[in-house]
């Protein structure tokens, strides 16, 4: 069992709360946003790109040590074609104007999701984000794109039923650690906080399996709205929950 004392919680200093190793995002109500003020939808998602670039900053400011963010689901492509074709200019226009940047400031990004048949651009720029910032030692910036926990968690029961098939896995030596190393996440510590901002209160096929012991926030702000006074809201409330995993005594979060 992993050791919630010493892993999940880092003491940045006297004045910043206490706050976990890894926090994952979804970052809801862009489309309701740009609604209230009378704006297509494409412009909630500009808005919401300013409020991922200072997220992102808080994040560093804090000294997180993953952030996690869902950004476009497999199930979004079926939203009207030009509310796709506008994000997917919003990713383009985001690698080309933040991935130096974010390279400078030694984050290493990752990218989880199903690859198979996305643009080639798209994909290019998701190759070339990863490997520009591969050595890269500070904040693990985990952007899930394409992706949908069920479909994750189907490739790679996939993969795990090709070994048997060749021979290379018996079916009785399946553990929990042989399925979560076929993950997107394989490398990476679940979550310990999850963040959803819009008031909307379910995961929507996001970390299913990551998230068996995750703290939950749900926020009332939608997401272009999002600051960092409610970041450290949501660190404020994960501080004081009582962390279990199972255990019949509950672990306080220490420094």
């Known amino acids: ?32 946003w740009a609604q209230q003020r009378g704006l297509p939808r494409i412009a909630g998602h500009r808005a919401g790109v300013e409020s991922l670039r200072k997220t992102i900053g ?23 074609a030009s509310e796709v074709d506008g994000i997917m200019g919003l990713l383009r226009r985001f690698v080309r104007s933040d991935l130096a940047d974010l390279n400078a400031k030694n984050v290493r ?8 048949h996305l643009p ?5 720029y998701l190759i070339e984000a990863e490997k520009t910032t591969e050595s890269n030692t500070g ?8 992706y949908g926990a069920r479909d994750e968690i189907c490739r790679a029961v996939q993969k795990i039923a090709h070994k048997i ?25 679940d979550p310990d906080l999850l963040i959803r901002t819009s008031g909307e209160s379910r995961l929507s096929n996001f970390l299913l399996w990551q998230s068996a012991y ?6 009332d702000v939608l997401w272009p709205d999002f600051a960092e006074s409610d970041f450290d809201e ?12 199972g255990n019949v005594c509950a672990t306080k979060s220490v420094v």
């Open 165 to 189: 098939a060749d021979g290379d896995l018996n079916p009785d030596e399946i553990t929990e650690a042989i399925l979560g190393g076929e993950l997107d996440t394989a490398s990476l510590p």
């Open 109 to 116: 990004i990752k990218i989880i999701g199903s690859r198979d």
């Open 58 to 80: 808080h994040a560093l400011k804090l000294k997180l040590e993953y952030l996690t963010l869902f950004s476009f689901s497999s199930e979004n492509w079926s939203r009207p």
């Open 1 to 32: 069992m992993r050791d919630a004392i010493s892993s999940s919680m880092v003491q940045i200093d006297d004045e910043q709360p206490i706050v976990p190793r890894h926090v994952a995002f979804i970052m809801d109500g862009n489309g309701r």
């Open 214 to 219: 995750t703290e939950f926030v749900f926020l």
């Open 139 to 146: 904040l693990t910036l985990i952007v899930a794109f394409n």
């Open 234 to 245: 949501a660190l404020q409330s994960f501080a004081k929950r009582d962390r279990r995993y």
């Open 120 to 124: 080639d651009d798209i994909l290019n």
